[in-house]
């Protein structure tokens, strides 16, 4: 019997009335740039990763940005790498301090991973995984989260770097905010800094995503071991749900008209982005990887009936791909689901 298709998004945001009262208090409020609810926000969120310091920032681009230059590191002649198959964003901030980029032939897609440099300090991008006491060990390390729409924690934009060095929390604190030190009338300008401070319109917003965030990460992580079992996967990242898949934009098509929305990530590998052509190389495994790559819809308040019908779906389209090898067989449906199926329109 054939019935009506789900409309199933990548991503939903996790929002209810909790997050819409604390916007609505803040505004009540008056005072919307950063105060003490950013303040409260850096305490309980460097209390819940196990770090001794948060700094709360605008984007976690920002943070990276920050980050690199942290206590006045210049980059001039210097090269950092990083892989290829990653946002964008990482490697405008490396470009950016004044760095140059080494892309390797690594996949981390979903995972955090360092950038690699041979300064005496780490910087990562954990922007795709936040969990409680997730870090033990942040000596010498700036750990930067993101709280985009599609992570674990969002507040419409914003970022959060996690430390434990005291020297560099001062640093940073005072270069997201103009270079800033002191309240009031009567501060000093230390140095020529930056306006990527968070507001505390955004802080309470991740404040209350914060506090549901063991619970949204137990059902992410139901979701992943569920999609894990169904499609013989080993994924371990709650942020993205990637699989491969032999023809992906015919497999993206063929989600699309029975409702189902996926996503890339990334189409195509920044050493071959035109914004880096000066660092161009050749990284087959990253190449090959980008060619099949595709996240499938994992968010918090994702039902089983969805998680079920995406599971359906892929497995339908698993095997029109097997019957392309299957010699025996001429033509078919080309959307890649079967007719009559649960899944059919």
Known sequence: ??????????????????EIDEVVRIMRKGYLTQGKEVRMLEKDFSRYVGSKYAVAVDS?????????????????GDTVTIPSLTFASVANVIMHSGAKIDFKDEIVVGRAYYLEHNRP????????????????DFRGALMNFSFYPTKQISSAEGGMIALNDHYAMEWLEKARWHGRKGGGFNYSIDMPGYKYNMTDLQAVIAAVQLRKLD?????????VNYYNRELNENVE?????????????????????VGINCSVHYYTPLHLQPAYKEFKTCLPLTESTAKHTVSLPLYADMRQDEVDYVIKAV???????????????????????????????
């Open 315 to 345: 497995k339908e389209w698993r095997k029109y791909e097997e019957s392309k090898h299957d010699s025996s067989r001429d033509g078919g449906n080309r959307s890649g689901i079967e007719e009559g199926s649960t899944t059919s329109v």
């Open 237 to 257: 990242s709650l942020h993205l749900y990637t699989i491969s898949v032999e023809d992906r934009d015919s497999f993206i098509d063929a989600m699309d008209k």
């Open 121 to 136: 300090f780490k910087v990562v991008d954990s922007a795709h995984q936040v969990e409680r006491a997730l870090y033990h």
């Open 60 to 76: 976690c681009t920002n943070g990276l940005h920050l980050s690199l230059l942290c206590n006045g590191n210049r980059w001039t």
């Open 1 to 18: 019997m054939v019935q009506t298709k789900m409309r199933i998004p990548f991503f939903k945001l996790s929002f209810d009335e909790r």
């Open 215 to 223: 619970e949204m990460n137990r059902r992410r992580r139901q979701i």
